[in-house]
């Protein structure tokens, strides 16, 4: 297996700073909206990386949701990642379209979405996502596959009697972000980077980083 040959000239495209949205959320919807356009597999699938409380990175991909003020994600709320997040309420998040030959990196501190907002969401989705949410304990060690199986099917018996909610165990998150960078691959390894940073103000400042 040589993985030292394995190489790819990125060519396709260019970024330049008089280019960009001045807001780098609108710039991040742009470039959704172009993956979504051109088809890229999972377009919204995202690497959130957390931090433990011993310090140490925990990473994992997951879906985004909504992007406005921030950018939302759902879970359970007893899962590591969501354990991590009330000991250390900061992220990132990093979003690869090998297609366009994109990738968006985003950090900021994260909160949790309003009760609300997460029964809506909740709420559209299918019926078996929403026995899902009911029947995995996450990240928590298990027998084997038919003790989830076996809670599924508990669950289902349970929600064919009584109306089906939102667990109090799920919901949303929302990072709120303080720098995205936004990255165009480009021939010679000479890519482009613009960094949006937000200042004590609340004001964006653009910058161009070397590769």
């Known amino acids: 297996m040589d993985l030292k040959g394995i190489r790819k000239e990125y060519s396709s495209k260019k970024l330049e700073i008089n280019e960009v949205d001045k807001n780098p959320i609108a710039q991040f919807k742009l470039w959704l909206k172009e993956a979504l ?13 957390t931090v433990g409380t011993d310090g140490k990175p925990s990473g994992r991909v997951v879906l985004l949701k909504g992007v406005e003020e921030g950018f939302d994600f759902f879970t359970n709320y007893q899962s590591q990642k969501s354990k991590e997040l009330e000991h250390t309420p900061y992220a990132s998040l990093t979003f690869f379209w090998p297609e ?20 809506a ?20 060690e298990i027998p084997d596959r038919e003790y989830l199986e076996r809670i ?26 303080h720098r995205l960078e936004f990255w165009q691959g480009r021939p010679g390894r000479l890519h482009d980077r613009i960094l949006f940073s937000k200042n004590t103000d609340g004001a964006w400042k653009i910058g161009r980083l070397a590769p």
């Open 37 to 49: 356009e051109s088809q890229v597999n999972e377009p919204n699938a995202m690497h959130l990386a």
């Open 121 to 140: 969401y909740f709420l559209s989705r299918p019926i078996e996502s929403q026995i899902g949410a009911w029947s995995s304990p996450q990240s928590e």
């Open 100 to 119: 366009l030959e994109r990738q968006v990196r985003v950090e900021g501190h994260v909160e949790k979405i309003s009760k609300e907002e997460s029964e």
């Open 152 to 177: 599924k099917r508990e669950m289902e018996i349970k929600f064919s009697k009584e109306p089906l909610e939102k667990p109090d165990h799920w919901g949303g998150f929302r990072l709120y972000p």
